[in-house]
T-cell receptor, first 112, second 109 residues
Framework: ETGVTQTPRHLVMGMTNKKSLKCEQH?????MYWYKQSAKKPLELMFV???????ENNSVPSRFSPECPNSSHLFLHLHTLQPEDSALYLC???????????FGPGTRLTVT | QKEVEQNSGPLSVPEGAIASLNCTYS??????FFWYRQYSGKSPELIMS????GDKEDGRFTAQLNKASQYVSLLIRDSQPSDSATYLC?????????FGKGTRLHILP
């Protein structure tokens, strides 16, 4: 595996389900990010981790819960989502905060 | 003033012509500038980075930076239909990367 990988690529979940998105970077980077991109809308930064410590949380609802167990892995735990949470969820990593970011392919999430 | 501003487009350019994409930023202290390409339904892909005033060329792409005017641009020479995408400008501010909302580029066959 190279670059940034994300699983699953597609996810359909009901409003009462609990699921997790996984991101793994193979670049030796120290910072990782979660973004949300709704249809035809700009990127919205959700969370930033630097050296496994959360450094930014952009007023994201508590139904989204990030976890960064080590510098290579990042999770986004989802519970009791709303239909408006349907979007493309993108993970990115960078050498350090403020450096160029490399994106994974994204998870297309549909909440029914 | 928005931190990173781009015209949302769409910008329509005939095939074979030069496409010119522009971006302005508000923080004079920014030192790093990036251009990403994003195809519909796909993730952003880094295509150019530029750090000093002037031009930087990579194949058909040229990034231009003017820190005094707080302006960065991307030129695409010999535009191809495969260049049709949304182009995101990104600028560092402190320890963050701030993305613009993107310009949709449509290359007309």
């Amino acid at each position: 595996e190279t670059g940034v990988t994300q699983t699953p690529r597609h996810l359909v979940m009901g409003m009462t389900n609990k699921k997790s998105l996984k991101c793994e970077q193979h670049l030796g980077h120290n910072a990782m990010y979660w973004y949300k991109q709704s249809a035809k809308k700009p990127l919205e930064l959700m969370f930033v981790y630097s050296l496994e410590e959360r450094v930014e949380n952009n007023s994201v609802p508590s139904r989204f819960s990030p976890e960064c167990p080590n510098s290579s892995h990042l999770f986004l735990h989802l519970h009791t989502l709303q239909p408006e949470d349907s979007a493309l969820y993108l993970c990115a990593s960078s050498q350090a905060s403020g450096y160029e970011q490399y994106f994974g392919p994204g998870t297309r999430l549909t909440v029914t | 003033q928005k931190e990173v501003e781009q015209n949302s487009g769409p910008l329509s350019v005939p095939e074979g012509a030069i496409a010119s994409l522009n971006c302005t930023y508000s923080d004079r202290g920014s030192q790093s500038f990036f251009w990403y390409r994003q195809y519909s339904g796909k993730s952003p892909e880094l295509i150019m980075s530029i750090y000093s005033n002037g031009d930087k060329e990579d194949g058909r792409f040229t990034a231009q930076l003017n820190k005094a005017s707080q302006y960065v641009s991307l030129l695409i020479r010999d535009s191809q239909p495969s260049d049709s995408a949304t182009y995101l400008c990104a600028v560092n501010r402190d320890d963050k990367i701030i993305f613009g909302k993107g310009t949709r580029l449509h290359i007309l066959p």
